[in-house]
């Protein structure tokens, strides 16, 4: 057995304290920011969001992480708020001094954030947010999801030509999601040989929607495009199955959530719904990310978790091949990335937007599954300018 002098292994401890300083100098870390509404009427959604990006971390640290240096999110709570968002931001890259950020949050709070990271020459990535000026804010802001009106423009393409059906009623969400995926389905409506027969619009608290259900039971569609968050189409499709509306319920990706399945119950048996991201994928990118979703949230995954997880995905890749946090060189590799992740393959357009398959999903013994897949080019051609 050795022995050693209080001298000795004064001596060895140093050592090893200086080893160890040598390794956390040689292994920097960067910072990403986060916002998500992690409290209010959409805290389920920023959840999701947030497990899907630290997610993507975790994973990106645990092979080799940037270069060598470890990722770091830096999350804060936004309400789904502009007037949270803007402080936000500013603290982020002023305070923390985060080298991108990322919105897991909404239309309006992301919109609101988009000029911040812009007037910084900071590069700020929408994981979900659908509004068409998001983009426009400058050519530092990009966005992995489908702006609105692409996805209107499917869901039309979706009854019209793809169900046959087309006597329609619009229900419409009254803020910038709703109004995007309303403007996009009128948009090519009637090349698809579509009739609408009644609108109406709800406001984003409400919850009772008796007036509707009649007016709509009146119009006797052939099918209803609503738009709406699963804690708003929930509570919308059970009213409607329980006043003897049966005709079929086509929404988006603001339904893509299990929790929209236990509020509807079983009233959320056929709903059908445009998303990026299919349940039923072969792609080993979106079966693996499915598996350790729910291996880490308990939960199924659902399109906000995925679309997290793709933006730190897309963060991660043009951090190793700038080769530094210089934002110019951070936002040109963002420009100019080309990846296959859950969502699809990711690449961008000259606005900052990005061009793939629209997945559809439909609710079968309570769960979502893959009903089809739209592939048009040109109908799902994002804005240029």
């Given at each position: 057995m050795r022995h050693f002098t209080n001298k000795a292994l004064a001596a060895f401890s140093i050592a090893a304290v200086f080893a160890a300083s040598l390794v956390t100098a040689s292994a920097d870390t960067i910072k990403i920011g986060f916002n998500a509404p992690l409290t209010g009427f959409a805290a389920a959604d920023g959840a999701s969001a947030r497990h899907g990006a630290e997610l993507a971390v975790e994973q990106v640290n645990a092979s080799g992480g940037i270069n060598g240096d470890t990722l770091e999110l830096v999350v804060y709570d936004d309400q789904a708020s502009p007037t949270e968002s803007?402080?936000?931001?500013?603290?982020?890259?002023?305070?923390?001094?985060?080298?991108?950020?990322?919105?897991?949050?909404?239309?309006?709070?992301?919109?609101?954030?988009?000029?911040?990271?812009?007037?910084?020459?900071?590069?700020?990535?929408?994981?979900?947010?659908?509004?068409?000026?998001?983009?426009?804010?400058?050519?530092?802001?990009?966005?992995?999801?489908f702006v609105g009106e692409v996805q209107g423009r499917a869901g039309a393409k979706l009854i019209g030509e793809m169900m046959g059906l087309k006597r329609v009623v619009i229900v419409t969400l009254n803020n910038d999601f709703g109004k995007s995926l309303e403007a996009g389905f009128r948009e090519v409506a009637e090349q698809f040989g579509i009739e609408i027969v009644g609108q109406y619009e709800y406001g984003i608290r409400d919850r009772q929607f008796g007036p509707i259900v009649s007016s709509i039971k009146a119009d006797n569609p052939d099918a209803i495009y609503a738009s709406g968050y699963f804690f708003t189409a929930g509570p919308l499709v059970s009213q409607l199955r329980a006043g003897g509306v049966d005709a079929p319920v086509i929404g988006q990706e603001g339904y893509d959530?299990?929790?929209?399945?236990?509020?509807?119950?079983?009233?959320?048996?056929?709903?059908?719904?445009?998303?990026?991201?299919?349940?039923?994928?072969?792609?080993?990118?979106?079966?693996?990310?499915?598996?350790?979703?729910?291996?880490?949230?308990?939960?199924?995954?659902?399109?906000?978790?995925?679309?997290?997880?793709?933006?730190?995905?897309?963060?991660?890749?043009?951090?190793?091949?700038?080769?530094?946090?210089?934002?110019?060189?951070?936002?040109?590799?963002?420009?100019?990335?080309?990846?296959?992740?859950?969502?699809?393959?990711i690449s961008f357009n000259g606005l900052g937007e990005v061009q793939k398959d629209v997945q559809v999903q439909i609710v079968r013994d309570g769960n979502w599954h893959e009903h089809s897949v739209i592939s048009d080019a040109e109908l799902l051609a994002p804005p240029t300018e």
């Open positions: 803007v402080p936000i931001s500013q603290k982020l890259i002023q305070n923390d001094g985060v080298v991108l950020g990322i919105s897991g949050s909404y239309s309006g709070a992301t919109r609101a954030a988009a000029g911040i990271y812009q007037e910084n020459s900071v590069p700020y990535i929408s994981a979900f947010a659908i509004h068409p000026d998001i983009t426009r804010a400058g050519d530092y802001v990009f966005r992995t999801s959530s299990q929790k929209f399945i236990e509020i509807a119950g079983a009233a959320s048996e056929g709903v059908i719904i445009t998303t990026s991201l299919n349940r039923d994928s072969d792609a080993t990118e979106t079966r693996d990310f499915i598996a350790a979703f729910e291996a880490r949230a308990g939960y199924p995954a659902d399109m906000v978790a995925a679309s997290g997880h793709t933006a730190v995905m897309v963060a991660a890749t043009a951090l190793r091949s700038a080769g530094g946090s210089d934002g110019a060189a951070l936002r040109d590799a963002i420009a100019a990335t080309n990846l296959a992740v859950s969502t699809g393959t």
